[in-house]
């Protein structure tokens, strides 16, 4: 069953701090907290020292843990794959920067062949916790190969989870509990929202539990499903909605591998409709996946059919044309009122 955010703030022990931050300020603070808890965490990729990342989010670090813990590489990431891959097998915890989603296609061969396979082909002698961090998604008017929305690649993979915060919170806590886990996290954090939104979060160092679907607002008309940086336009079309007398249940799927379909079977059971949100392309996305779960373990919930509201399948085009590519809230309403009427 996934959780309900709010839920956390009641059953956290006393922080030891809290601050007001934005979702990259969230990921700093949890590898700061991670750092100091368990030396054998460690930070590498391009940049992310003496820059302290080209979006900030290792700023600090360097100075606070020295070089032999967080180390600037070359511009190469298959280097940077089978390097982390080598540090995990042998003791340390390795959270290596992939600058933009985009250029993770490299470091692939490291990633899919030997990371995921790991526990497998050993027969559980070695594990490999390793967090692959990466910038993805469209929205910060970026050249070519830095707005790719790359999920499904990863979430196919079986031995790697796949986890996208929404929130700083959630990238808090979804963050410590990556660091924490004994295989492979792809770690994909949204630029359109790193400094959209600020949020107190307490840093006490308490993770947030991985493979569960987070239920953002209650509803009874029809389930909203989103991940990501969508999760912003999800909410706004509630709101809407409301506004129209339609009652959304919005649910932040948050790990897409493994994916948690219980929370989402009993919501659907609820409402009976189902909207899928997310800004990669439609053909073989998550939300496909999540649709065909639905087909098939929840087929007699349904009053309508299932709606995806998704980017189109092309690449990402340039800054001009992202406004076009990428989902509103208003197409989010249109799908929503679809399934009302029908």
Not at 229 to 254: C, F, N, P, R, Y
Request: glycine fraction near 8%; charge should be negative.
């Amino acid at each position: 069953m996934g959780v309900n955010e709010s839920i956390r703030g009641a059953t956290a022990t006393i922080p030891s701090t809290s601050r007001i931050v934005t979702l990259v300020e969230a990921v700093n603070m949890a590898l700061h907290n991670a750092m100091e808890a368990d030396p054998n965490v460690v930070v590498l990729g391009e940049d992310v020292g003496t820059n302290g990342g080209v979006f900030r989010a290792t700023v600090g670090l360097k100075e606070r843990f020295g070089v032999k813990r967080v180390m600037d590489t070359p511009l190469a990431e298959c280097m940077i794959g089978g390097i982390s891959v080598g540090m995990a097998t042998q003791g340390l915890r390795p959270v290596a920067e992939i600058q933009f989603m985009g250029f993770a296609l490299s470091a692939l061969e490291h990633i899919i062949s030997h990371a995921a396979r790991i526990r497998n082909r050993t027969r559980g002698r070695l594990s490999c916790p390793l967090v692959l961090r990466m910038p993805f998604g469209a929205g910060i008017h970026a050249p070519e190969h830095h707005s790719e929305s790359l999920e499904a690649l990863f979430a196919h993979i079986p031995g790697l989870r796949v986890v996208v915060p929404s929130s700083p919170a959630r990238a808090y806590g979804l963050l410590l509990s990556a660091i924490q886990d004994p295989d492979p996290v792809i770690f994909l954090e949204p630029t359109r929202i790193y400094r959209l939104i600020r949020q107190e979060v307490m840093d006490d160092g308490h993770g947030l539990p991985l493979d569960t679907c987070f239920t953002l607002q209650p509803g009874t008309d029809v389930t909203l499903v989103s991940w990501g940086a969508m999760v912003h336009e999800t909410l706004q079309a509630a709101k809407s909605l409301s506004k129209l007398g339609i009652s959304a249940e919005v649910i932040d799927v948050a790990t897409l591998a493994p994916l948690d379909m219980d929370t989402i079977l009993h919501s659907v059971r609820k409402t009976g409709r189902c909207v899928i949100v997310h800004e990669a392309a439609r053909h073989c996305g998550v939300g496909a996946e999540i649709a065909a779960r639905l087909a098939e373990k929840g087929l007699f919930y349904l009053k309508a059919p299932i709606e995806r509201v998704t980017g189109f399948d092309i690449p990402v085009p340039y800054s001009r044309n992202e406004g076009v590519y990428l989902p509103s809230s208003e197409d989010i309403v249109q799908a929503c009122q679809r399934t009302m009427e029908y």
